[in-house]
């Protein structure tokens, strides 16, 4: 899709974006906005609930990682809104075990960052997620694999870090460390 592609209706469909990130939020509204649609932001899941109540987006688009509660938090209180809106969850800690749960959730599409403007409308209007594209063609390395493990557990555990560490065998501060850190390489 190009630069130019622009929604041709009567109405601009709505968009919601949520992230935490100032730069990259107003850069991708401002993209949205030149290809047709009618854009609001939100930094924060609390915020984007709000937003979405007083004026219901067509689209959306979801940070997985923000202060407060996560996409993957939100994305049930929107469909919850409106069964029909297509949401995209966007991050820059890609998991294996994330994007499952964002569809299981009811995501239409889950893209990492960095993800342009076309990336996100296509995956916004495309008919199925491509979860295929998030598994390499090469296997990955042990530290990639204890990375996805860990996201694995942490998603099973709602994001506890201390019954994550329990589960994990581990304790929860050497948890939290590698949490911080970057994921790993594939």
Request: aromatic share 4%; glycine share 4%; proline share 4%.
């Amino acid at each position: 899709m190009s630069e130019e592609a622009r929604f041709d209706t009567e109405e601009q469909p709505h968009l919601l974006l949520v992230d935490d990130d100032e730069t990259f939020t107003r850069v991708l509204a401002r993209a949205m906005t030149r290809r047709g649609m009618r854009v609001s932001v939100a930094s924060s899941a609390e915020d984007g609930l709000a937003l979405a109540e007083r004026d219901l987006p067509d689209y959306a688009v979801l940070d997985l990682k923000m202060g407060g509660d996560s996409g993957l938090v939100l994305l049930p209180k929107l469909l919850e809104l409106d069964s029909e809106m297509r949401v995209v969850i966007l991050t820059g800690y890609s998991s294996i075990a994330t994007a499952v749960e964002a569809i299981k959730r009811g995501a239409c599409n889950y893209l990492c960052k960095p993800a342009d403007a076309d990336d996100v409308l296509a995956a916004l209007l495309s008919e199925h997620a491509d979860l295929d594209s998030l598994v390499p063609d090469n296997p990955m390395s042990v530290d990639r694999l204890q990375w996805e493990h860990i996201q694995r557990v942490l998603n099973e555990h709602d994001g506890n870090i201390s019954a994550t560490a329990r589960a994990l065998g581990m304790h929860r501060r050497t948890l939290q460390r590698k949490l911080q850190k970057r994921p790993v390489r594939r």
